[in-house]
């Protein structure tokens, strides 16, 4: 069982950046696919973001360029900065674990969520 709990939602300027961090708890965490999810209102769920457990990445072509995520494998913790944000980044924000074995997803969890909307 993994728990997350995400942080650093909130209300941003178009143009601005914000930093999201998720802190996970559990067992193994670390051979994890930890990412970010979002889901705008009337959307399905999307990619962000992911980072595997040997550190590659993959990003959104939406926020490639503008988003960097990071992960401390000793604190078990991922974060995402987010740059030159638009209004279209507007969504809920979703931290997420996922055990990938042999190409397979076998389990996912799923933070709580956190808010960040881009307006003026």
């Known amino acids: 069982q993994v728990q997350l709990v995400e942080s650093g939602g909130g209300l941003v300027q178009p143009g601005g950046s914000l930093r999201l961090s998720c802190a996970a708890s559990g067992t193994l965490i670390n051979i994890y696919t930890m990412g970010w999810y979002r889901q705008a209102p009337g959307k399905q769920r999307e990619l962000v973001a992911n980072?595997?457990?040997?550190?590659?990445?993959d990003y959104a072509d939406s926020v490639k360029g503008r988003s960097t995520i990071s992960r401390d494998y000793a604190k078990n913790t991922v974060a995402l900065q987010m740059n030159s944000l638009k209004p279209e980044d507007t969504a809920v924000y979703y931290c997420n674990a996922q055990l990938v074995v042999s190409g397979i997803p076998v389990h996912d969890y799923w933070g709580q969520g956190t808010q960040v909307t881009v307006s003026s």
């Open positions: 980072i595997t457990s040997s550190g590659n990445t």
